[in-house]
């Protein structure tokens, strides 16, 4: 069975540094695409950005280049999405989700990590 | 401002069909058969509905269905029932810079 499971909530502090983990189980993780995507409070879907855990190429959504960073370690099947220097409109639901083969959808979602940045 | 228009909400009652629309440019919903439809339930993920315009993953009724003309894509849902009330996106390839991009979601309402 295709599982991404998430880490857990995150309350932080602007400025503060976070990194969040997506760990893929029950498929080869190095042979299929991991994307990011954020949900605001009461907001819709953004895309910010793709990884190839097998290689680590990564393109970013120009809304968040430089704003974020994608990484992933292929020993441990986990992905990895990190902030340097949080602020408060940063406060988001975080989903990682599977590319699903070549083509451009989304089939497998992790459970989402809920980011608050708060002083 | 979405790159993807949907409609921000639309209802039916119990057996009834319904459509979502989603309409873009020849960049992205028009350019390509790579979109996709996400159901959103209130506290949960995003689930895969329908990929590559009217494919369903295994597990999805049939009364779900995709369709696309020109620009715009829509999502049809016959025989509406209580558990359809959600959230639905839809998401395109886009030639652009950021590969994908998504509709700003349509609330359904089953009356």
């Known amino acids: 069975e295709v599982q991404l499971v998430q880490s857990g909530a995150e309350v932080k502090k602007p400025g503060e540094s976070l990194k969040i983990s997506c760990k893929g189980s029950?498929?080869?993780?190095?042979?299929?695409?991991i994307g990011w995507v954020r949900q605001m409070p009461g907001k819709g879907l953004e895309w910010m950005g793709i990884i190839y855990p097998g290689d680590s190429d990564t393109r970013y959504s120009p809304s968040f280049q430089g704003q974020v960073t994608i990484s992933a370690d292929k020993s441990i099947s986990t992905a990895y999405l990190q902030w340097s220097s949080l602020k408060a409109s940063d406060t988001a639901m975080y989903y990682c989700?599977?590319?699903?083969?070549?083509?451009?959808?989304?089939?497998?979602w992790g459970q989402g990590t809920l980011v608050t940045v708060s002083s | 401002q979405s790159a993807l228009t949907q409609p921000a909400s639309v209802s039916g009652s119990p057996g009834q069909s319904i459509t979502i629309s989603c309409t873009g440019t020849?960049?992205?919903?028009?350019?390509?058969?790579?979109v996709s439809w996400y159901q959103q339930h209130p506290g949960k993920a995003p689930k895969l509905m329908i990929y590559?315009?009217?494919n369903r993953p295994s597990g999805v009724p049939d009364r779900f269905s995709g369709s696309k003309s020109g620009n715009t894509a829509s999502l049809t849902i016959s025989g509406l029932q209580a558990e359809d009330e959600a959230d639905y996106y839809c998401?395109?390839?886009?030639?652009?810079?950021?590969?994908?991009?998504f509709g700003g979601g349509t609330k359904l309402t089953v009356l």
């Open positions: 989700a599977r590319r699903g083969g070549s083509s451009w959808f989304l089939d497998y």
């Open positions: 590559e315009v009217s």
């Open positions: 029950g498929y080869s993780f190095t042979s299929y695409w």
């Open positions: 998401s395109s390839y886009t030639s652009s810079s950021t590969f994908v991009v």
């Open positions: 020849s960049s992205d919903v028009g350019g390509y058969n790579y």
